[in-house]
Nanobody, 126 residues
Framework: QVHLVESGGGLVQAGGSLRLSCAAS????????MGWFRQAPGKEHEFVGT????????YYADSVKGRFTISINNAKNTVYLQMNSLKPEDTAVYCC???????????????????WGQGTQVTVSS
């Protein structure tokens, strides 16, 4: 069983930055694929980005590419989502997700993930 806890959400002005954290339990963190998704009010869940903890390779949605960066701290079993140049349309609940993954495929569908955090609210004011 894997337990995920997000933190770091909040209110920020457009153009500002936030860093979200996702702390994962479990002794096999190095074999996980970690994903970030978001859901804005009245909208479907949206893929944000994913990273292979094993390889360190990341992949991003076009809507955030160049502004958001996913990184890993293996010693802390934590994945980060650094969000820069935030826009009002980035306002959403952000969730991290995990799955055991030995492949090099980037997982962009919610159904591909096994474990989910509770989510953290990000609000970007104009």
């Amino acid at each position: 069983q894997v337990h995920l806890v997000e933190s770091g959400g909040g209110l920020v002005q457009a153009g500002g930055s936030l860093r979200l954290s996702c702390a994962a339990s479990g002794r096999t963190f190095s074999t996980y694929a970690m994903g970030w998704f978001r859901q804005a009010p009245g909208k479907e869940h949206e893929f944000v980005g994913t990273i292979s903890v094993r390889s360190g390779r990341a992949y991003y949605a076009d809507s955030v590419k160049g502004r958001f960066t996913i990184s890993i701290n293996n010693a802390k079993n934590t994945v980060y989502l650094q969000m820069n140049s935030l826009k009002p349309e980035d306002t959403a609940v952000y969730c991290c997700a995990a799955r055991s993954d030995y492949s090099d495929f980037f997982r962009i569908e919610r159904s591909e993930y096994t474990y989910w955090g509770q989510g953290t609210q990000v609000t970007v004011s104009s």
